[in-house]
RNA sequence: GUGGGCGUAGCUCAGCUGGUAGAGCACUCGGUUGUGGUCCGAGAUGUCGCGGGUUCGAGCCCCGUCGUUCACC
């Protein structure tokens, strides 16, 4: 009747990745999957029938972003963010809550997913020019495109989210990083808890105002940084939760991860939350990762990785990745990757791409961001496809094995 | 012809009263994980127009010379 559900058609014997299928008003999303990233409605420089030739199930934008601009509204008229983008297929979008920590305390500095940079007492910046306060009942953001002052709660994330029309939603959370106190991350986590009971009643309460409108799922998101009891009480809590009549379609893994233990923390909040419900792992997607990720039960990604960097002509391949810029590649005139299937890569040649990537060429970001976004697409498929073959362990090994020897070499 | 300015990294230029050269861009190579087409990091690069002179020491001072540019005849 929702037109949302989940099932898992196939469980990999050696490690918690599944196979299955997510069914939404828009279409459906064979798991496990990547979600590419639109954030402001459009995959920066890639119409979507390019989005959708290359693979892509699902596209994941951004509910703040959307929200300054054009505004919420504007996408309800629209008839949702799928129509009003021309995608015409099932969309996430997140709930605004990452901002909360990219904008409050310095885009890219806290996000630290090396561990040499990890400092455990390190103190969240409380003090310096921040464009975004947290308090109990919501963040005050300020715009990063006007200076306008905005706040956002849980319900209000909800109501603009229900208007951008996308067929799973987030709950407004609050993402810590790894620099915050163990205290902070307690306060951060509770904070998060009651935010979620918030989210889910405001859903239930636009749902049914809304019963016109497609159904859209919401997704609660763990947070608990890198402390295990944190992590499981999290998982436990949201997993359990259930409010105004009803619970979480799925769940969001969030919160800035620690690469090296990546794999375990995913692991400890997967074993408390419910098996048969669909979990995404927010932004996480490079390759290593995302085996990582999907070996430990996650069924669905999303990672503005792989276009931003393409954007400044770093590729991926089977052996590794490499820059288009580098002299070397000047006067080769093999495609990116002689494995790929893409139409950049079934077109084009690495001169040519280092000739756009020089030149500083508009078509430059759209042909590497093709190539980009169809090999995590494609790897992330295989894995589907191994795991229903029953060999996921050789399709991991053989990968890891290829990419990190290239990885190590220069060109 | 006369007078003045200028000639320093590929480009545009900094170099205080002389102590054996710097910046930005470009270039080379990294990085970017719920996206501010950004930003960050590392690196390479010079007969300081040329020839003399003064000085312990000259990109800076003096003489000559070449080039360039402006003004005036």
Redesign the pocket.
């Known amino acids: 009747m929702s037109g949302f559900s989940f099932e898992i058609s196939k469980s990999d014997s050696g490690s918690d990745a599944r196979a299955g299928v997510l069914t939404t008003p828009h279409g459906t999303v064979n798991t496990p999957a990547f979600i590419p ?3 402001k409605a459009t ?3 890639v119409l979507p029938e390019s989005m959708r030739e290359l693979g892509a199930q699902a596209i ?1 934008s ?1 509910a703040y ?1 959307l929200y300054l601009q054009p505004g919420p509204e504007i996408l309800d008229s629209a008839g949702g963010l799928s129509k009003f983008m021309n995608w015409n297929g099932p969309t996430f979008t ?2 605004g ?3 909360v ?3 409050g305390v310095g ?2 500095k806290v ?1 630290a ?1 090396d561990e040499t940079t990890f400092r455990d007492d390190d103190v969240i910046a409380e003090n310096k020019e921040r ?1 975004a306060h947290v308090d109990d009942d919501g963040v005050t953001f300020k715009s ?2 006007d200076g306008s002052m905005h706040r956002f709660t849980p319900e209000f994330s909800m109501q603009v989210q229900h208007q951008i029309g996308a067929d799973i939603m ?1 709950a407004f ?1 609050e ?1 810590t990083t790894l620099h915050n106190t163990r205290s902070y991350q307690e306060i951060a986590l509770e904070r998060t808890r009651l935010w979620a009971i918030r989210c889910l009643d405001e859903h239930q309460r636009l749902t049914q105002a809304r019963s016109s409108k497609p159904y859209q799922a919401l997704f609660g ?1 763990i ?1 608990g940084a890198q402390y295990e009891d944190l992590r499981r009480q999290a998982a436990s809590t949201m997993g359990a939760m259930e409010s105004s009549g009803i619970s979480f379609d799925g769940f ?1 893994i ?2 800035a991860l620690n ?1 090296s233990e990546l794999g375990t923390i995913i692991g400890w909040v997967n074993q408390e939350l419910p098996r048969e419900k669909p979990k995404h792992l ?5 390759p290593e ?1 995302l085996f990582v990720g999907v070996e430990a039960g996650m069924d669905t990604f ?4 792989a ?3 393409a ?4 590729v991926y391949t089977m052996e590794g ?3 288009l ?4 590649y000047r006067t080769d005139f093999s495609p990116i990757d002689e494995e790929c299937d893409c139409y950049t890569c079934t077109s084009y040649t690495r001169a040519y791409l280092n000739h756009l990537f ?1 030149g500083k060429e ?1 078509l ?2 759209t042909l590497a ?1 093709i190539h980009n976004e169809r090999f995590i697409v494609r790897l992330v498929d295989q894995m589907r496809t191994a795991i229903i073959n029953g060999d996921f362990a050789e399709l991991k090994e053989e990968f890891l094995g290829r990419y990190k020897h290239r ?1 190590t070499h ?2």
């Not at 954007?311 to 770093?314: C, D, G, N, Q, Y």
């Not at 810029?325 to 070397?328: E, F, G, K, P």
């Open positions: 990233v639109g954030t995959v920066k420089s994941l951004n972003h997140d709930s809550g990452f901002q920590l990219s904008l885009f890219k996000l997913m464009l990063h495109l987030f959370d993402c998101v947070q969001g969030g919160g690469k927010l932004g996480i997607g490079a990762d999303d990672c503005v990785l276009s931003r960097i954007r400044t002509s770093a990745r490499y820059n810029t580098n002299t070397a020089r508009i430059a970001a961001t990885s220069a060109n």
